[in-house]
Protein backbone atom coordinates (compact mmCIF):
# COMPACT_ATOMS: atom_id res chain seq x y z
CA UNK A 1 0.00 0.00 0.00
CA UNK A 2 1.04 3.46 -0.68
CA UNK A 3 -0.64 7.24 -1.12
CA UNK A 4 -0.14 10.22 -3.54
CA UNK A 5 -0.68 13.96 -2.64
CA UNK A 6 -3.67 15.15 -3.42
CA UNK A 7 -4.80 18.85 -2.30
CA UNK A 8 -2.01 18.54 0.27
CA UNK A 9 -3.81 15.07 1.42
CA UNK A 10 -2.17 11.58 1.24
CA UNK A 11 -4.94 9.23 -0.45
CA UNK A 12 -4.42 5.94 0.03
CA UNK A 13 -3.47 3.55 -2.85
CA UNK A 14 -2.81 -0.60 -3.40
CA UNK A 15 0.19 -0.83 -5.46
CA UNK A 16 0.09 -4.81 -7.67
CA UNK A 17 3.22 -6.38 -8.56
CA UNK A 18 3.71 -4.72 -11.41
CA UNK A 19 3.23 -1.11 -10.21
CA UNK A 20 -0.81 -1.23 -11.08
CA UNK A 21 -2.17 1.53 -9.15
CA UNK A 22 -5.73 1.63 -7.22
CA UNK A 23 -6.97 4.53 -5.04
CA UNK A 24 -8.54 3.75 -2.19
CA UNK A 25 -11.22 5.40 0.56
CA UNK A 26 -9.66 5.68 3.62
CA UNK A 27 -11.67 3.24 5.24
CA UNK A 28 -11.18 0.63 3.10
CA UNK A 29 -7.28 1.70 3.81
CA UNK A 30 -8.05 0.65 7.47
CA UNK A 31 -9.82 -2.19 7.04
CA UNK A 32 -7.41 -3.38 4.86
CA UNK A 33 -4.68 -2.10 7.46
CA UNK A 34 -6.19 -4.17 10.58
CA UNK A 35 -6.49 -7.43 7.93
CA UNK A 36 -3.49 -7.10 7.17
CA UNK A 37 -2.09 -7.15 11.19
CA UNK A 38 -3.90 -9.98 11.93
CA UNK A 39 -3.11 -11.97 9.37
CA UNK A 40 0.42 -11.23 10.32
CA UNK A 41 -0.15 -12.64 13.82
CA UNK A 42 -1.50 -16.04 11.88
CA UNK A 43 -4.92 -15.14 12.82
CA UNK A 44 -7.44 -16.34 10.07
CA UNK A 45 -9.87 -13.92 8.73
CA UNK A 46 -13.16 -14.16 6.84
CA UNK A 47 -14.80 -11.75 4.88
CA UNK A 48 -18.34 -12.70 4.83
CA UNK A 49 -21.44 -10.43 2.97
CA UNK A 50 -23.88 -9.58 5.27
CA UNK A 51 -26.77 -10.89 3.56
CA UNK A 52 -24.92 -14.36 3.90
CA UNK A 53 -27.16 -17.40 5.13
CA UNK A 54 -25.46 -19.48 7.80
CA UNK A 55 -26.48 -23.32 8.65
CA UNK A 56 -27.03 -23.62 11.54
CA UNK A 57 -23.39 -25.32 12.28
CA UNK A 58 -21.54 -22.11 11.45
CA UNK A 59 -23.30 -19.98 12.97
CA UNK A 60 -23.05 -22.17 16.14
CA UNK A 61 -18.99 -22.05 15.30
CA UNK A 62 -19.20 -18.12 15.13
CA UNK A 63 -21.27 -17.63 18.59
CA UNK A 64 -18.78 -20.17 19.94
CA UNK A 65 -21.86 -22.39 21.10
CA UNK A 66 -23.16 -26.15 20.70
CA UNK A 67 -25.59 -26.68 17.40
CA UNK A 68 -28.41 -28.03 20.23
CA UNK A 69 -27.75 -24.76 22.00
CA UNK A 70 -28.13 -22.72 18.70
CA UNK A 71 -31.46 -24.87 17.78
CA UNK A 72 -32.53 -23.82 21.20
CA UNK A 73 -32.39 -19.75 20.35
CA UNK A 74 -33.68 -19.98 17.35
CA UNK A 75 -36.97 -22.16 18.27
CA UNK A 76 -37.26 -19.07 21.24
CA UNK A 77 -36.88 -16.38 18.52
CA UNK A 78 -33.81 -14.90 19.75
CA UNK A 79 -32.66 -14.75 16.24
CA UNK A 80 -34.54 -15.08 13.20
CA UNK A 81 -34.35 -17.61 10.82
CA UNK A 82 -35.58 -18.97 7.52
CA UNK A 83 -35.86 -22.45 6.54
CA UNK A 84 -34.58 -23.73 3.23
CA UNK A 85 -36.69 -26.97 3.48
CA UNK A 86 -36.35 -28.86 6.32
CA UNK A 87 -32.74 -26.77 7.16
CA UNK A 88 -32.82 -23.18 9.11
CA UNK A 89 -30.54 -20.61 7.89
CA UNK A 90 -29.41 -17.41 9.91
CA UNK A 91 -28.49 -14.43 7.84
CA UNK A 92 -24.86 -13.28 9.53
CA UNK A 93 -26.10 -10.19 9.88
CA UNK A 94 -28.90 -11.49 12.28
CA UNK A 95 -26.24 -13.53 14.09
CA UNK A 96 -23.70 -10.29 14.39
CA UNK A 97 -27.06 -8.47 16.40
CA UNK A 98 -27.81 -10.86 18.17
CA UNK A 99 -23.88 -11.56 19.01
CA UNK A 100 -23.40 -7.85 19.69
CA UNK A 101 -26.92 -7.80 22.03
CA UNK A 102 -25.39 -10.64 24.04
CA UNK A 103 -21.55 -9.24 24.09
CA UNK A 104 -23.13 -5.31 25.60
CA UNK A 105 -25.47 -7.56 28.32
CA UNK A 106 -22.12 -9.60 29.35
CA UNK A 107 -20.22 -6.83 29.82
CA UNK A 108 -23.18 -4.84 31.54
CA UNK A 109 -23.36 -8.09 33.95
CA UNK A 110 -19.59 -8.15 34.72
CA UNK A 111 -19.56 -4.25 35.66
CA UNK A 112 -22.37 -4.78 37.91
CA UNK A 113 -21.11 -7.87 39.03
CA UNK A 114 -17.65 -6.01 39.85
CA UNK A 115 -19.74 -3.34 41.18
CA UNK A 116 -21.42 -5.45 44.48
CA UNK A 117 -17.86 -7.18 44.57
CA UNK A 118 -16.37 -3.87 45.20
CA UNK A 119 -19.20 -2.54 47.51
CA UNK A 120 -19.33 -6.27 49.76
CA UNK A 121 -15.49 -5.83 49.60
CA UNK A 122 -14.72 -8.97 47.78
CA UNK A 123 -13.06 -6.97 45.03
CA UNK A 124 -9.39 -4.84 45.25
Same mark, same amino acid.
Given at each position: ????????????????? &?? $????????? #? @? /?? !?? /?? #? &? %? %???? +??? /????????????? +??????? !?? *?? /???? $?????? #??? +??? &???? =? #???? %?? *???? !??? $? =? +????????????? @??? *? $?
Amino acid at each position: MGSVLKNDQCIPQLVGP &HN $EEIRLPRSV #F @Y /IL !RQ /IV #F &H %M %MQGK +AIT /IVPVDKELTTQQA +ADILNVS !RP *YL /IKLL $ENKKIP #FVK +AGS &HRRI =R #FSDL %MD *YKKK !RDT $E =R +AQGLTKLTQISQE @YGL *Y $E
